[in-house]
């Protein structure tokens, strides 16, 4: 079945730690996204790439960092720079066509200890 | 600046009907879409609107007026798995999606 995998579920990040969340998808999309959200808010953009090897910010790109090594895989990286990171973080795919619909992963929750 | 407001929050009873309403004011527009997001789970695509009017699909429809920066939701024949948040999001000029922050539908028995 083809779709978009996130992982971990949960993750605790210590002071000072940088973390990486992954996201896989076999859906043979271009487009990859990352969205931050937090209760009460809308879906803010952190990060996208529309292609292998290049990427753009989004709104919120300051305190986090990404990668577009193959076109299955787009790993975000919160570094320590992000003060505030406890939040649900989600990944998302699509085919590089105007007004596609986009495909969410789960989701990984990010909490500080 | 751009805004997309929706109800924080609703409550139906199963079986009823329920309506939740967007606003939008975004530079330019590109069509509207609803998600549905149960709590810690992945967004999924319900609708898709970009010319005036309404698009049914099963229980559920959504209208459109574009020249009233407006869009709905509406849910029959409610069930208790439909309580879930519901996410209106528009994509502007710059086929950029703004999001607005969900209405979480409570459905009671």
């Known amino acids: 079945d083809g779709g978009i995998t996130q992982s971990p579920k949960y993750l605790f990040r210590k002071e000072g730690q940088n973390v990486t969340l992954s996201c896989e998808q076999n859906l043979n999309h271009d487009a990859m996204y990352w969205y931050r959200q937090d209760p009460g808010q809308g879906l803010r953009l952190i990060y996208y790439s529309q292609i292998v090897n290049d990427f753009q910010k989004g709104d919120i790109a300051e305190g986090y960092s990404v990668s577009r090594e193959k076109k299955e895989s787009f790993p975000l990286t919160v570094t320590s720079a992000q003060k505030n990171p406890t939040a649900f973080y989600l990944c998302?795919?699509?085919?590089?066509?105007?007004?596609?619909?986009?495909?969410f992963g789960s989701g990984t929750q990010l909490s500080v200890l | 600046g751009q805004n997309i407001d929706q109800p924080t929050e609703m409550t139906a009873t199963e079986g009823a009907i329920v309506q939740i309403n967007c606003t939008y004011q975004?530079?330019?527009?590109?069509?509207l879409f609803w998600y549905q997001q149960h709590a810690g789970e992945a967004p999924t695509f319900l609708s898709y609107n970009v010319l005036d009017g309404l698009e049914e699909k099963g229980r559920f429809s959504s209208f459109l007026s574009r020249s009233k920066g407006y869009s709905y939701l509406l849910l029959k024949e409610l069930q208790m798995k439909d309580s879930a948040s519901y996410l209106c999001?528009?994509?502007?000029?710059?086929?950029?999606?703004?999001w607005g922050a969900g209405t979480k539908l409570i459905i009671k028995p």
């Open positions: 999001a528009v994509m502007d000029s710059n086929y950029q999606l703004i």
């Open positions: 998302a795919s699509s085919p590089l066509k105007e007004n596609e619909k986009l495909f």
């Open positions: 975004t530079s330019g527009f590109n069509g």
